[in-house]
Protein backbone atom coordinates (compact mmCIF):
# COMPACT_ATOMS: atom_id res chain seq x y z
CA UNK A 1 0.00 0.00 0.00
CA UNK A 2 1.07 3.11 -1.01
CA UNK A 3 1.66 5.72 1.59
CA UNK A 4 0.00 9.51 0.94
CA UNK A 5 2.80 12.71 0.99
CA UNK A 6 0.24 15.29 0.70
CA UNK A 7 -0.68 15.56 4.42
CA UNK A 8 0.97 18.27 6.92
CA UNK A 9 3.45 17.26 9.35
CA UNK A 10 0.89 18.39 12.20
CA UNK A 11 -2.39 15.79 10.74
CA UNK A 12 -4.67 16.37 13.52
CA UNK A 13 -5.33 19.41 15.27
CA UNK A 14 -8.41 19.43 18.03
CA UNK A 15 -8.92 23.11 19.63
CA UNK A 16 -11.01 23.65 22.52
CA UNK A 17 -13.23 20.89 21.86
CA UNK A 18 -16.65 20.26 23.62
CA UNK A 19 -19.36 18.06 22.75
CA UNK A 20 -22.53 17.98 24.93
CA UNK A 21 -25.91 15.98 25.04
CA UNK A 22 -28.27 17.81 27.07
CA UNK A 23 -26.67 18.97 30.24
CA UNK A 24 -24.40 15.84 30.11
CA UNK A 25 -20.49 16.81 28.67
CA UNK A 26 -19.30 13.88 27.06
CA UNK A 27 -15.81 16.02 26.08
CA UNK A 28 -15.00 19.08 28.07
CA UNK A 29 -12.42 21.74 26.31
CA UNK A 30 -9.69 18.92 24.61
CA UNK A 31 -7.41 20.61 22.77
CA UNK A 32 -4.54 18.42 20.70
CA UNK A 33 -2.69 17.54 17.96
CA UNK A 34 -1.47 14.53 16.58
CA UNK A 35 1.29 14.49 14.19
CA UNK A 36 1.74 12.48 10.50
CA UNK A 37 2.83 9.10 11.50
CA UNK A 38 1.87 8.81 15.05
CA UNK A 39 0.51 6.10 16.68
CA UNK A 40 -1.48 7.70 19.42
CA UNK A 41 -3.31 5.64 22.34
CA UNK A 42 -6.84 7.34 23.94
CA UNK A 43 -6.42 5.72 27.44
CA UNK A 44 -9.24 5.98 29.78
CA UNK A 45 -12.27 3.66 31.17
CA UNK A 46 -15.45 3.20 30.06
CA UNK A 47 -17.57 6.31 29.53
CA UNK A 48 -14.45 8.78 29.25
CA UNK A 49 -15.64 10.40 26.27
CA UNK A 50 -13.46 8.34 24.11
CA UNK A 51 -16.11 6.84 21.88
CA UNK A 52 -17.38 10.70 21.11
CA UNK A 53 -13.85 12.37 20.50
CA UNK A 54 -13.88 9.63 17.71
CA UNK A 55 -17.20 10.65 16.26
CA UNK A 56 -16.36 13.94 16.36
CA UNK A 57 -13.09 13.66 14.37
CA UNK A 58 -14.61 11.41 11.67
CA UNK A 59 -17.68 13.83 11.44
CA UNK A 60 -21.01 11.80 12.52
CA UNK A 61 -21.24 14.15 15.72
CA UNK A 62 -20.65 18.10 15.56
CA UNK A 63 -19.19 19.63 18.42
CA UNK A 64 -20.99 21.97 20.57
CA UNK A 65 -18.20 24.32 20.36
CA UNK A 66 -14.63 24.19 19.73
CA UNK A 67 -12.87 23.10 16.39
CA UNK A 68 -11.32 19.84 14.58
CA UNK A 69 -9.00 19.92 11.90
CA UNK A 70 -7.74 17.28 9.47
CA UNK A 71 -4.88 18.51 7.10
CA UNK A 72 -5.74 22.15 8.09
CA UNK A 73 -9.67 21.45 6.69
CA UNK A 74 -12.93 21.66 9.57
CA UNK A 75 -13.87 18.58 9.82
CA UNK A 76 -17.79 17.91 9.12
CA UNK A 77 -19.95 15.40 8.11
CA UNK A 78 -20.19 16.50 4.45
CA UNK A 79 -16.40 17.09 4.11
CA UNK A 80 -16.13 14.30 1.47
CA UNK A 81 -12.16 15.31 0.46
CA UNK A 82 -11.29 14.43 3.70
CA UNK A 83 -13.63 11.51 4.86
CA UNK A 84 -12.12 9.84 1.34
CA UNK A 85 -8.53 9.71 3.37
CA UNK A 86 -10.17 8.12 6.35
CA UNK A 87 -10.62 4.66 7.88
CA UNK A 88 -12.70 3.77 10.21
CA UNK A 89 -13.18 0.70 12.99
CA UNK A 90 -16.07 1.33 15.24
CA UNK A 91 -16.53 -0.09 18.54
CA UNK A 92 -19.68 -2.08 17.34
CA UNK A 93 -19.57 -4.13 14.30
CA UNK A 94 -20.18 -2.60 10.77
CA UNK A 95 -20.46 -5.57 8.66
CA UNK A 96 -23.31 -6.97 6.41
CA UNK A 97 -23.18 -10.69 8.32
CA UNK A 98 -25.40 -12.06 5.67
CA UNK A 99 -22.05 -10.85 2.67
CA UNK A 100 -19.49 -13.67 2.61
CA UNK A 101 -16.16 -11.75 3.61
CA UNK A 102 -15.10 -11.51 0.32
CA UNK A 103 -18.33 -9.76 -0.43
CA UNK A 104 -18.13 -7.02 2.42
CA UNK A 105 -14.66 -5.76 1.08
CA UNK A 106 -16.28 -5.70 -2.58
CA UNK A 107 -19.10 -3.63 -1.24
CA UNK A 108 -16.51 -1.35 0.95
CA UNK A 109 -14.87 -1.09 -2.89
CA UNK A 110 -17.33 0.00 -4.44
CA UNK A 111 -18.28 2.98 -2.36
CA UNK A 112 -15.21 4.01 -2.71
CA UNK A 113 -15.36 3.69 -6.63
CA UNK A 114 -12.14 1.69 -6.24
CA UNK A 115 -12.38 -0.04 -10.04
CA UNK A 116 -9.66 -2.51 -9.52
CA UNK A 117 -10.13 -4.38 -6.10
CA UNK A 118 -9.45 -7.91 -6.90
CA UNK A 119 -6.02 -8.11 -6.13
CA UNK A 120 -6.32 -5.26 -3.75
CA UNK A 121 -8.57 -7.59 -1.52
CA UNK A 122 -6.47 -10.93 -1.82
CA UNK A 123 -3.70 -8.79 0.05
CA UNK A 124 -5.82 -7.60 3.03
CA UNK A 125 -7.18 -10.88 3.53
CA UNK A 126 -3.82 -12.42 3.52
CA UNK A 127 -2.86 -10.14 5.46
CA UNK A 128 -5.44 -10.23 7.78
CA UNK A 129 -5.22 -14.08 7.93
CA UNK A 130 -8.70 -14.97 6.50
CA UNK A 131 -7.80 -16.20 2.92
CA UNK A 132 -9.12 -19.47 4.27
CA UNK A 133 -12.22 -17.89 4.92
CA UNK A 134 -13.00 -15.81 2.18
CA UNK A 135 -16.23 -17.42 1.28
CA UNK A 136 -17.47 -18.06 5.19
CA UNK A 137 -20.71 -15.03 5.99
CA UNK A 138 -19.24 -12.61 8.11
CA UNK A 139 -22.03 -14.01 10.68
CA UNK A 140 -20.12 -17.42 11.09
CA UNK A 141 -16.68 -16.21 11.52
CA UNK A 142 -15.53 -15.99 15.34
CA UNK A 143 -15.61 -12.24 16.74
CA UNK A 144 -11.67 -12.05 16.10
CA UNK A 145 -12.08 -12.49 12.56
CA UNK A 146 -15.20 -10.30 12.08
CA UNK A 147 -12.63 -7.87 13.88
CA UNK A 148 -9.91 -8.33 11.58
CA UNK A 149 -12.18 -8.16 9.15
CA UNK A 150 -13.45 -4.82 9.87
CA UNK A 151 -9.76 -3.86 10.13
CA UNK A 152 -9.78 -5.26 6.56
CA UNK A 153 -12.53 -3.36 5.51
CA UNK A 154 -10.93 0.04 7.07
CA UNK A 155 -7.81 -0.36 5.08
CA UNK A 156 -9.77 -0.59 1.15
CA UNK A 157 -9.22 2.80 0.16
CA UNK A 158 -5.46 2.86 1.73
CA UNK A 159 -6.53 5.73 4.73
CA UNK A 160 -4.02 8.08 5.54
CA UNK A 161 -5.32 8.02 8.75
CA UNK A 162 -7.25 5.19 10.57
CA UNK A 163 -9.32 5.58 14.08
CA UNK A 164 -9.73 2.10 15.54
CA UNK A 165 -12.31 2.52 18.35
CA UNK A 166 -11.89 -0.50 20.96
CA UNK A 167 -10.52 -2.69 18.30
CA UNK A 168 -10.10 -5.70 20.65
CA UNK A 169 -12.79 -5.50 22.80
CA UNK A 170 -14.43 -8.66 23.98
CA UNK A 171 -11.46 -10.73 21.74
CA UNK A 172 -9.67 -13.65 23.49
CA UNK A 173 -6.51 -13.26 24.52
CA UNK A 174 -5.12 -15.46 21.48
CA UNK A 175 -7.35 -13.24 18.80
CA UNK A 176 -6.44 -9.71 20.58
CA UNK A 177 -2.56 -10.51 19.81
CA UNK A 178 -3.47 -11.35 16.53
CA UNK A 179 -5.04 -7.69 16.09
CA UNK A 180 -1.37 -6.19 17.45
CA UNK A 181 0.20 -7.66 14.97
CA UNK A 182 -1.95 -6.20 12.29
CA UNK A 183 -1.85 -2.62 14.10
CA UNK A 184 2.14 -3.10 14.17
CA UNK A 185 2.32 -3.57 10.42
CA UNK A 186 0.09 -0.53 10.22
CA UNK A 187 2.62 1.45 11.67
CA UNK A 188 5.09 0.48 9.44
CA UNK A 189 2.95 1.85 6.73
CA UNK A 190 3.01 4.97 7.84
CA UNK A 191 -0.39 5.66 8.97
CA UNK A 192 -1.19 7.40 11.24
CA UNK A 193 -3.35 5.80 13.86
CA UNK A 194 -5.81 6.76 16.79
CA UNK A 195 -7.06 4.11 19.03
CA UNK A 196 -9.05 3.93 21.85
CA UNK A 197 -8.54 1.59 24.22
CA UNK A 198 -8.71 0.84 27.98
CA UNK A 199 -6.74 -2.40 27.64
CA UNK A 200 -3.31 -0.94 29.42
CA UNK A 201 -1.23 -3.71 27.93
CA UNK A 202 -2.20 -2.61 24.05
CA UNK A 203 -1.93 1.22 24.89
CA UNK A 204 1.54 0.39 26.09
CA UNK A 205 2.58 -2.17 23.89
CA UNK A 206 1.27 -0.78 20.53
CA UNK A 207 1.29 3.35 20.95
CA UNK A 208 4.42 5.88 20.65
CA UNK A 209 2.26 8.51 22.26
CA UNK A 210 -0.71 7.82 24.94
CA UNK A 211 -3.18 10.49 26.08
CA UNK A 212 -4.84 9.66 29.42
CA UNK A 213 -8.74 10.76 29.58
CA UNK A 214 -11.36 10.52 31.98
CA UNK A 215 -14.57 12.43 32.64
CA UNK A 216 -14.29 14.07 28.94
CA UNK A 217 -10.57 15.60 29.78
CA UNK A 218 -7.69 14.93 28.77
CA UNK A 219 -5.11 15.69 31.60
CA UNK A 220 -2.11 14.45 30.08
CA UNK A 221 -0.12 13.42 26.78
CA UNK A 222 3.57 11.14 26.51
CA UNK A 223 5.13 8.68 25.72
CA UNK A 224 4.35 5.35 27.27
CA UNK A 225 7.96 5.18 28.73
CA UNK A 226 7.87 8.62 30.00
CA UNK A 227 4.89 8.23 31.97
CA UNK A 228 6.09 5.59 33.78
CA UNK A 229 9.48 7.06 34.77
CA UNK A 230 7.84 10.29 35.54
CA UNK A 231 5.60 8.58 38.10
CA UNK A 232 8.68 6.07 39.38
CA UNK A 233 9.38 2.96 37.63
CA UNK A 234 9.41 0.94 40.75
CA UNK A 235 6.47 0.29 42.69
CA UNK A 236 5.70 -0.72 45.76
CA UNK A 237 2.60 -2.53 46.21
CA UNK A 238 1.01 -3.11 49.90
CA UNK A 239 -1.60 -4.31 51.43
CA UNK A 240 -2.36 -3.00 55.78
CA UNK A 241 -3.70 -3.58 58.42
CA UNK A 242 -6.68 -1.43 57.22
CA UNK A 243 -7.79 -3.82 54.70
CA UNK A 244 -6.50 -1.22 51.42
CA UNK A 245 -3.87 -1.78 48.96
CA UNK A 246 -1.40 1.40 49.08
CA UNK A 247 0.90 2.44 45.90
CA UNK A 248 4.22 4.19 46.34
CA UNK A 249 6.02 4.68 43.52
CA UNK A 250 10.52 5.20 43.31
CA UNK A 251 12.94 6.15 40.62
CA UNK A 252 15.27 3.38 41.65
CA UNK A 253 15.49 -0.54 42.89
CA UNK A 254 17.21 0.52 46.07
CA UNK A 255 14.80 3.12 46.83
CA UNK A 256 11.76 0.88 46.98
CA UNK A 257 13.90 -1.91 48.77
CA UNK A 258 14.65 0.33 51.48
CA UNK A 259 11.08 1.63 51.82
CA UNK A 260 9.62 -1.63 51.93
CA UNK A 261 11.61 -2.61 54.77
CA UNK A 262 10.31 0.05 57.40
CA UNK A 263 6.54 -1.03 55.76
CA UNK A 264 4.19 -2.98 58.30
CA UNK A 265 2.16 -5.28 56.03
CA UNK A 266 0.05 -8.15 55.32
CA UNK A 267 1.19 -8.30 51.90
CA UNK A 268 3.97 -6.36 50.26
CA UNK A 269 5.44 -6.48 46.72
CA UNK A 270 7.99 -4.60 44.53
CA UNK A 271 6.91 -4.37 40.43
CA UNK A 272 7.56 -2.19 37.65
CA UNK A 273 4.97 0.47 37.54
CA UNK A 274 2.86 0.04 34.74
CA UNK A 275 0.08 2.60 32.89
CA UNK A 276 -2.38 1.61 34.88
CA UNK A 277 -0.19 2.55 37.82
CA UNK A 278 0.08 5.94 35.84
CA UNK A 279 -3.78 6.45 35.27
CA UNK A 280 -4.63 5.49 38.76
CA UNK A 281 -2.08 8.01 40.16
CA UNK A 282 -3.77 10.80 37.89
CA UNK A 283 -7.38 9.79 38.76
CA UNK A 284 -7.56 7.64 41.30
CA UNK A 285 -9.82 6.17 39.42
CA UNK A 286 -8.37 2.35 38.06
CA UNK A 287 -9.07 1.64 33.99
CA UNK A 288 -12.26 -0.58 33.91
Known sequence: MLINKRWSDCLIEIDGVTKKFGDFTAVDNVSLTIKKGEFLGLLGPNGAGKSTLINLLTG????????????????????????????????????DKELTAYENLVFAAKLFKIKDYEDLIDELLETMELEEHREKKAMNLSGGMQRRLMIAKALINDPDVVFLDEPTVGIDLNGRRKIWDILKYMKTLGKTILLTTHYIEEADYLCNQVCLINEGKIFKKDTPDRFKEDLGIYTVEYFDSEMKTNYSYFKKKEEAEKYVSNVESISCTIRKTTLEDVFYNFTNRKVV
Open 60 to 95: LLKPTSGILKIDGQVMSRNNMKIKKRLGVVPQYTNL
